[in-house]
């Protein structure tokens, strides 16, 4: 019977470790691309909100990271107006803040939900 307990623990502390291993990895749903486009948000629930300007730092179909200058509060729903490089092709797109944080240089480094998702071909367009 100790043959077994040694066994089965070893197995467990295997199949632990692996949990870890997986835990610690990248949990983005959607592979992220680096960009560095400029865009102008507004607060979805203030319709009169002035609307302010970042930049997203990456972008995938499921979410993207800005920086700007205002924090918008965790849970907040965004209205992005993103444009690509050549101006050839815009799109509103809705987001909701995941987290926020205030940056060294006094900027706020912003992660955003998109909801809907991005299309995969808007996405090949902005990337």
């Not at 050549?86 to 926020?100: G, I, N, S």
Request: with cysteine.
């Amino acid at each position: 019977m100790a043959f077994w307990n040694r066994h089965a623990h070893a197995r467990t502390t295997m199949l632990m470790a692996t949990v870890v291993d997986l835990a610690q990895e990248d949990r983005r749903a959607a592979r992220r691309y680096p960009c560095k486009l400029g865009i102008s948000c507004r607060l979805m629930s203030l319709l009169g909100s002035e609307p302010f300007e970042g930049t997203v730092r990456n972008l995938s179909a499921t979410g993207l990271n800005l920086v700007c200058r205002r924090p918008p509060r965790p849970g907040t729903f965004l209205v992005i107006q993103l444009e690509d490089r050549k101006r050839e092709l815009a799109r509103t797109l809705r987001a909701q803040v995941v987290h926020a944080g205030m940056e060294s240089d006094g900027f706020w480094n912003v992660g955003c939900q998109l909801v809907p998702p991005l299309a995969p071909a808007d996405l090949q367009a902005f990337i």
